[in-house]
């Protein structure tokens, strides 16, 4: 029987080869995909997220896990799809106009996949016009903005104006070095956070899923 503690435990060490090598084996076994994710790969990304949060772990670390995750999930989607397994919830992340830094967007976006969310990338310099027109196509229920500069925090504002004025209903959170809880409520934003695995909590916060 394949091992759920084994697998949470290649994705804690990054050991891409194990951890496809044991969902492939749980796949075949017919282990219930749900199971394969959230107590196999899921239970080691939060690990590392609380790790990481806790300054226990570092960014290469988290990275080497998420890429770890990302290999197994390749083969576990499909049958997620099959089994009609819902992802957690739907958000989309992107670095706001004028700011192309995407290296803490990209840890965000690893993190929440992490945590079962299905996740838009919206990439970077991304206009308040193009996070509204993206944010219907894809049906979010969550906007992440990111930005690293201080010239580029204005853009939040324009951008959560922006989904406002549109009337989609998402909720709106920011992050990145510059930003504060105060600037988050200042600019009328739903939700703050300062690290990748802090956007987790909040991201489920936001939407009251546990
Ligand atoms: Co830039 N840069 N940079 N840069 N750069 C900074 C940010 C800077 C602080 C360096 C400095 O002067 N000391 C400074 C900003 C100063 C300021 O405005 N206060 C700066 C500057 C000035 C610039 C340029 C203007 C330089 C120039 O050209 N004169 C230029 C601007 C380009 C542009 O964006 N238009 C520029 C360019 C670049 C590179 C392209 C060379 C490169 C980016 C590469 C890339 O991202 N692909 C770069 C880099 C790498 C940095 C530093 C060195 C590192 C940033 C980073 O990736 N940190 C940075 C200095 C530093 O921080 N030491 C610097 C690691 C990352 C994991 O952290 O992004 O903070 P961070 O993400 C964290 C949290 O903030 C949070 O979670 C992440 C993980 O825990 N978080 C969120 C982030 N987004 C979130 C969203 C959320 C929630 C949490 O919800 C949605």
Partial sequence: MADMEALSQAVIK????TAVEITQAAIDEGTDPKSILEDGLIGGMN??????????????????????????????????????????????VGTVQGDLHDIGKNLVIMMLKGAGFEVVDA??????????????????QIVGLSALLTTTMPAMETTIKAIKDSGISV??????????????????ADGYSADAASAVDKAKELLGVA
Avoid: H, W
């Fill in 123 to 140: 990439g970077v310099d991304v206009s308040a016009e193009k996070f509204v027109e993206k944010a219907k196509e894809s049906g979010t």
């Fill in 14 to 17: 990054g050991d891409q080869k």
């Fill in 47 to 92: 690990y590392i997220g609380v790790r990481f949060k806790a300054n226990e772990v570092y960014i290469p670390e988290v990275l080497i896990a998420a890429r770890a995750m990302k290999m197994a999930m390749e083969i576990l989607e499909p049958k997620l799809a099959e089994a009609g397994v819902e992802p957690v919830g739907k958000a989309m």
């Fill in 171 to 188: 909720k709106t959170m920011i992050g990145g070095a510059p930003i504060t809880q105060a600037y988050a409520d200042k600019i009328g």
